[in-house]
């Protein structure tokens, strides 16, 4: 039996923020990133040995246009026991997102006709700037820091992209555009800062993707 | 019109002239007529007036000549804020005091600044803000209050009636030493900066170190963690100090600890599920305070105790206060929800210290109102 819970309930924002984390992966690129807005309704089921799963109707935003709202249903199901097995999340998207196309024809001509590989740190900078130039390489991060954060998501985590230490593009001779990034995730629960290496690969038609991420070690210093 | 920088000494000698615009051609007309050469030696003397201007303002930042000069729309270094607290001190001398509670781990001093109207003892409000030293909204809405409290404390009927009660106590940069190092080495950077005796990492989370639930699930043992509780309850000299002074006071009815990010009101308690006494009360007030601070750019807040709205944290500065009997003891986590965390753009410090300040005062009026 589902079992409603109160909006403001640590367990309810951190499955929101998971579900808003993956639908922003499915759905983003450098012209859109979706972040939650708001938790309209919550509820929780217990499934003997499978695991727990949380239904939630959420409001998302476009983070570059935040009077765009799109309602969202969400279900994610952590599983019990697997601790190296990501949650599974299912969403629908009530409602149009935003079209990209001309901003990411721009940004991907931009960088493929580049002579020297895009190279930058430090997105956004300690006081909270970012240059327009770097705001679609920041948001390809933020997108793509959701597969990341789905990947490693647990009851107990709740993770959000705090900086991009260093991005520099990789040339391909094929159509997509690669980015390797590291960036520092910040986990709320444990209050840790991150770093995670992560290959990105985009295409205006295609979407974004994650070939390959990997955490990365602290240094001492740190 | 002509200007002459170097002027005429004899034949032989050079004249140097800034010619105003109109000037400029009748003039070049006139010493070719009458075959004197000349060379420009600078082309627009406005732009080299223009550039010199902006660096004359750019030093001036550095040190600020007046509270009204201070840019509150920007992030500043540890010596300026201090600089920020001396200039509000003297231009306030019957409001605004300096108080030193203590000395960090460097031995750099901690600073509250009281604001009081008279009286002796009188019951008080304290507000602390960059207890963790990555947050940086915090202290720089801690000194937009400051200045708020000066501005106000006779136009504002609340503030001007809560003053004339109580006292207002502010600790603006809680972790000195930790936000030193978040300005030359690791904007990232959480904790104290104590050395740990069987370990190469540095620092204790100060919001794991006070003596309610101290070590206790919530916190951690490992001194490379960022929530490491410390080695006992108030080893750091940045919590005792404030330890001290709460107990040395002995009438402080309302406490306020500020934090960002993720806009949450919380009231305790963190280290156990069992629910504070005063729950019903603290959550009305954070209703109330949270509507207010939605009224001005309608940011949304949650509010709860700590342990149901974010984690089960041990150790916490305002499951302390409260189990000493301030029943008003609060927590914020300012703006904003993750999209720049703690690298909150500069442009958002005024909304965000706006905004909180109508909360805070929610709060305080209720405190004034509600003597115990």
Redesign the interface.
């Known amino acids: 039996a589902a079992m409603e819970l ?5 367990s309810v ?1 951190r499955a929101a ?1 998971l579900a808003a984390h993956c639908a922003c992966y499915q759905r983003g690129g450098p012209g859109r990133g979706l ?2 807005r ?1 938790v309209r309704r919550a509820s929780r089921q217990d499934i003997d040995d499978v695991g727990r799963k949380y239904h939630l109707e959420l409001v998302l935003e476009d ?1 570059l246009d935040k009077d765009s709202t799109v309602n969202c249903t969400a279900e994610v199901l952590y599983h019990l026991g697997h601790k190296n097995v990501a949650p599974d999340v299912q969403f629908t998207i009530e409602g149009e997102l935003k079209n990209t196309d001309e901003a990411d024809n721009i940004f991907y001509n931009r960088i493929k006709s580049l002579e020297i590989e895009l190279v930058a740190e430090n997105i ?6 970012i240059s327009p130039e770097m705001e679609p390489i920041h948001l390809l991060a933020w997108v793509a820091s959701g597969y990341v954060i789905w990947q490693n998501s647990t009851e107990k985590t709740k993770f ?4 991009i230490k260093h991005v520099k593009q990789v040339k391909r001779s094929d159509e997509y555009l690669e980015f390797d990034y590291v960036i ?1 995730l ?1 986990e ?6 991150i770093p995670w290496q992560m290959t990105v690969l985009w295409h205006p038609q295609h979407g974004v993707q994650v070939t390959q991420d990997s955490r990365q070690l602290k240094h ?3 | 019109q002509l200007d002459f920088w170097l002027a005429p000494r004899g034949t032989g000698y050079p004249v140097d002239i800034r010619v105003p615009f109109p000037s400029l051609q009748p003039l070049k007309a006139h010493l070719e007529a009458n075959g004197i050469s000349y060379s420009i030696m600078i082309e627009d003397v406005q732009a080299l007036v223009d550039d010199e201007r902006m660096e004359m303002l750019r030093s001036r930042r550095q040190l600020p000549l007046s509270t009204n000069t201070f840019d509150y729309t920007t992030y500043h270094s540890l010596d300026e804020i201090y600089a920020f607290m001396d200039l509000l001190v003297a231009e306030n001398p019957n409001l605004v005091s300096k108080l030193e509670i203590g000395r960090s781990t460097e031995n750099r001093p901690l600073y509250v600044l009281k604001f009081s109207k008279g009286g002796t003892n009188r019951p008080a409000i304290w507000i602390d803000t960059g207890i963790h030293s990555r947050e940086w909204v915090t202290q720089a809405s801690g000194v937009w209050f400051a200045r708020k409290i000066v501005l106000d404390h006779e136009n504002d009927q609340g503030l001007a009636s809560i003053l004339d009660k109580m006292d207002i106590f502010l600790e603006i940069v809680t972790n000195p030493d930790g936000f030193v190092f978040t300005q030359t080495q690791n904007r990232m950077w959480r904790k104290t900066r104590s050395r740990n005796s069987d370990s190469s990492c540095i620092g204790v989370d100060p919001n794991r170190n006070w003596d309610a639930g101290f070590g206790g699930p919530g916190a951690s043992r490992n001194p490379c963690s960022e929530t490491y509780h410390g080695p006992y309850a108030n080893s750091e000299p940045e919590v005792k100090a404030i330890v001290d002074f709460v107990k040395n006071h002995g009438n402080i009815k309302a406490f306020i600890s500020i934090h960002s990010y993720s806009q949450l009101l919380l009231y305790p308690y963190g280290y156990t599920s069992s629910p504070a006494p005063d729950q019903k009360e603290l959550h009305q007030i954070s209703e109330k305070a949270v509507a207010a601070l939605s009224s001005l750019y309608g940011t949304n807040y949650k509010y709860g105790s700590i342990i149901t709205t974010i984690y089960q944290a041990s150790g916490g500065t305002i499951d302390w206060t409260y189990n000493q009997g301030i029943k008003y003891s609060f927590t914020f986590e300012l703006r904003d929800t993750g999209r720049y965390g703690f690298l909150l753009p500069a442009k958002q410090i005024v909304p965000t210290a706006q905004e909180t300040w109508l909360a805070l005062k929610v709060i305080m009026l209720h405190a004034r109102d509600h003597p115990y």
């Open positions: 109160p909006l403001s309930h640590r924002t923020a972040a939650l708001a983070v956004p900078d300690s006081h909270g700037n959000q992209l705090a900086q520092l910040h709320m629960v444990s209050q840790e800062i001492a210093s740190e």
